[in-house]
């Protein structure tokens, strides 16, 4: 039922930033674990990021700590994605996905932006 669009995708130079929303189409938004993961040419989807539905846990993959920050808007039923200091490893299609109970699989998932960096 709940829909996920992601925007903020792009091309940019390294060392530049980037902001990443997901908007979801559902009131229960709130209710639900948010997360971030990515997939670059030839590679597998890996996990990026996630924020509880409270927005006070979050968890991080090592190779964005320091640099990428993951926040929600409950009352626009959007999560972020803030990427700084971009590095050409992250050119990838960034999706976002829903978790409804924790431990639960992924789903739904959005439709994908690209983020380009370029050195």
């Known amino acids: 039922q709940v829909q996920l669009v992601e925007s903020g995708g792009g091309l940019v130079q390294a060392g530049d930033s980037l902001r990443l929303s997901c908007a979801a189409s559902e009131r229960t938004f709130s209710s639900y674990t948010m997360g971030w993961f990515r997939q670059a040419p030839g590679k597998e989807r890996e996990f990026v990021a996630s924020i509880r539905r409270s927005g006070g846990i979050t968890d991080y993959t090592d190779s964005v700590k320091g640099r990428f920050t993951i926040s929600r808007d409950n009352a626009k039923n959007t999560v972020y994605l803030q990427m700084n200091t971009l590095k050409p490893e992250d050119t990838a299609v960034y999706y976002c996905?829903?978790?409804?109970?924790?431990?639960?699989?992924?789903?739904?998932w959005g439709q994908g932006t690209q983020v380009t960096v370029s050195s």
């Open positions: 996905a829903a978790q409804w109970l924790w431990g639960s699989s992924w789903s739904p």
